[in-house]
């Protein structure tokens, strides 16, 4: 597609049960990343995949967080047993990939936990 | 982890005035990336520098990637109302693809 595709735009559950947010990156983007933006907080970085490498989890916040990604191209995040405290905007990112390539996001998808 | 300290946190400015934000880190960037969010979108970027020292336009938007490695500013000139949005400042630390991320400037124009 023309740019990163989130969805759904918006989410409400309620704690305890999980969620899953879809990404559908750049085509030809090898680079997928997911940030986590809390209301007037910077971007905080979650999971990161490459091409068939073994993913960098190791900005996920808990056991409760997983993606994966299928085909090296869409990806899923599920948070489990969502917490108030999951509540933000949960942004996807792709690149070409390399050090310091442009990151192009998509608008995101905002949770809410109630 | 890495940390980059971004000021100020907001701004509040009349249409036509110049504004200056800037982005200090406690250690050694390679790049340096300005980016802007208008609400319910995503970050979108405006400039990108790649070598200390390195002074960049955008139209309207002027961004250095200071000598020390460790900060960078993004200046706007003769503002207008569309520039209205959280700006910030992002890199990935040296040898590393992980962007972090400043806190943000939220900038408003008033026409």
């Known amino acids: 597609g023309a740019g990163v595709s989130q969805s759904p735009s918006n989410k409400v559950t309620e704690k305890g049960k999980d969620v899953e947010l879809r990404c559908d990156p750049i085509s030809g983007h090898t680079a997928l990343y997911w940030y986590r933006q809390s209301l007037g907080q910077g971007l905080e970085f979650l999971i990161y995949?490459?091409?068939?490498?073994?993913?960098?989890k190791s900005g996920l916040p808990s056991d409760r967080f997983s993606a994966e990604r299928t085909g090296g191209s869409v990806s899923t995040l599920t948070i489990q047993r969502t917490q108030q405290e999951d509540s933000a905007v949960y942004l996807c990112?792709?690149?070409?990939?390399?050090?310091?390539?442009?990151?192009?996001f998509g608008s995101g998808t905002q949770l809410s936990v109630l | 982890g890495q940390q980059l300290n971004q000021s100020p946190q907001s701004m509040f400015i009349q249409e036509g005035e110049d504004v200056s934000m800037n982005c200090t880190s406690s250690s050694i960037f390679n790049t340096w990336l300005w980016y802007k969010q208008e609400p319910g979108e995503g970050p979108v970027l405006l400039i990108a520098l790649y070598k200390a020292g390195e002074l960049t336009s955008n139209g309207r938007l002027t961004a250095q990637f200071g000598i020390t490695r460790k900060d960078s500013f993004l200046n706007i000139s003769a503002s207008i109302p569309s520039d209205v949005g959280i700006y910030f400042c992002a890199g990935p630390p040296s040898s590393n693809y992980k962007l972090t991320f400043g806190k943000g400037t939220l900038l408003t124009v008033n026409p």
């Open positions: 990112a792709s690149s070409l990939g390399g050090l310091g390539t442009e990151l192009f």
């Open positions: 995949f490459q091409g068939n490498s073994a993913p960098d």
